[in-house]
């Protein structure tokens, strides 16, 4: 068996998943922000120090997007420092370094799916935050791979899926945005990739990765409750009307179009996304038996 893995955030739905999907030949650490505070540079030496961990996949951050424009400081500290101190400790013991980021980092302005070369502008303060982490992890020198998804849910923790159940399930009618699209991603196949990445050992700089296809938050909210109706997690169908973004203010804008170019993934680990849908249907079967929303 190779040397350990360490997991930052290991409490969250893609630390959670990583170890639901470790693979037989890689022993994994899993730290939660008890064990390991990433934003504790004296808590980030001693637990690598302790680890002897040859790779730390970084899933800790703080993602409340609309509460980070009221507090700046906890997301800068979260997305920005962590990553930062993460990295540095990281690069100074020649321990490879996973960091995820998001596809907040874009405009949504391109048009076409974002290559991890393009162009970041972040509209709100979590985007800034995200590509000031990103930037830090690759100034610290080393070998840092930064890994971006979006959209990300499971059956753990808060995410779109499990609130739109709940909704459905108390509510006749909801609205639900339409002119936002980007890429659902289950966790788990983030965490697969994650290992994908991590038995490389050429990976290095920034990469893609969501489920395969595009849709709306509207077009993701119906097929949540199609599949959920099948599946017996709803008892009816409540009506999802489609509504602007202008019908729908946030503290914090979001990209019309975040969709993802997951082709360096795919060259480089010949690992292929499901769509999105079939993912979704997985990850509702997986929580059917506790049902727990």
């Given at each position: 068996m190779t040397a350990p893995v360490l997991v930052c955030g290991a409490g969250g739905q893609l630390g959670r998943e990583l170890l639901a999907t470790q693979p037989s030949h890689r022993a994994c650490l899993p730290m939660d922000r008890a064990a390991l505070d990433i934003t504790d540079p004296d808590s980030i030496a001693s637990a690598l120090d302790e680890a002897g961990a040859q790779w730390v996949v970084n899933a800790a951050a703080y993602t409340?997007?609309?509460?980070?424009e009221s507090n700046p400081e906890a997301a800068r500290q979260g997305n920005t420092l962590g990553p930062k101190y993460l990295a540095q400790a990281c690069a100074a013991r020649g321990i490879r370094l996973l960091h995820v980021s998001t596809d907040f980092v874009f405009d949504g302005s391109l048009g076409q799916p974002y290559g991890p070369d393009d162009e970041p502008n972040p509209l709100g303060v979590y985007g800034r935050s995200k590509l000031d982490g990103e930037l830090a992890v690759m100034a610290a020198g080393g070998t840092p791979l930064v890994l971006r998804t979006g959209w990300v849910y499971s059956r753990h923790g808060g995410n779109f899926v499990k609130t739109m159940l709940r909704l459905m399930a108390e509510r006749d009618q909801l609205a639900v945005v339409e002119d936002q699209v980007g890429t659902p991603?289950?966790?788990?196949?983030?965490?697969?990739?994650?290992?994908?990445?991590?038995?490389?050992?050429?990976?290095?700089?920034?990469?893609?990765?969501?489920?395969?296809?595009?849709c709306s938050w509207y077009d993701f909210?119906?097929?949540?409750?199609?599949?959920?109706?099948?599946?017996?997690?709803?008892?009816r169908a409540a009506e999802v009307i489609p509504i602007g973004t202008s019908d729908y203010p946030t503290p914090a804008r979001r990209p019309a179009y975040s969709v993802l170019d997951k082709s360096r993934v795919r060259q480089l680990t010949g690992r292929v996304g499901r769509h999105w849908r079939l993912q979704?249907?997985?990850?509702?079967?997986?929580?059917?038996?506790?049902?727990?929303?």
């Amino acid at each position: 068996m190779t040397a350990p893995v360490l997991v930052c955030g290991a409490g969250g739905q893609l630390g959670r998943e990583l170890l639901a999907t470790q693979p037989s030949h890689r022993a994994c650490l899993p730290m939660d922000r008890a064990a390991l505070d990433i934003t504790d540079p004296d808590s980030i030496a001693s637990a690598l120090d302790e680890a002897g961990a040859q790779w730390v996949v970084n899933a800790a951050a703080y993602t409340a997007v609309d509460a980070a424009e009221s507090n700046p400081e906890a997301a800068r500290q979260g997305n920005t420092l962590g990553p930062k101190y993460l990295a540095q400790a990281c690069a100074a013991r020649g321990i490879r370094l996973l960091h995820v980021s998001t596809d907040f980092v874009f405009d949504g302005s391109l048009g076409q799916p974002y290559g991890p070369d393009d162009e970041p502008n972040p509209l709100g303060v979590y985007g800034r935050s995200k590509l000031d982490g990103e930037l830090a992890v690759m100034a610290a020198g080393g070998t840092p791979l930064v890994l971006r998804t979006g959209w990300v849910y499971s059956r753990h923790g808060g995410n779109f899926v499990k609130t739109m159940l709940r909704l459905m399930a108390e509510r006749d009618q909801l609205a639900v945005v339409e002119d936002q699209v980007g890429t659902p991603t289950w966790a788990r196949g983030l965490a697969e990739t994650c290992w994908a990445l991590v038995d490389h050992d050429e990976a290095a700089g920034t990469f893609h990765w969501s489920d395969a296809g595009a849709c709306s938050w509207y077009d993701f909210a119906v097929a949540i409750r199609e599949l959920a109706l099948e599946l017996g997690l709803l008892p009816r169908a409540a009506e999802v009307i489609p509504i602007g973004t202008s019908d729908y203010p946030t503290p914090a804008r979001r990209p019309a179009y975040s969709v993802l170019d997951k082709s360096r993934v795919r060259q480089l680990t010949g690992r292929v996304g499901r769509h999105w849908r079939l993912q979704l249907a997985a990850m509702l079967a997986d929580l059917k038996p506790g049902a727990q929303v």
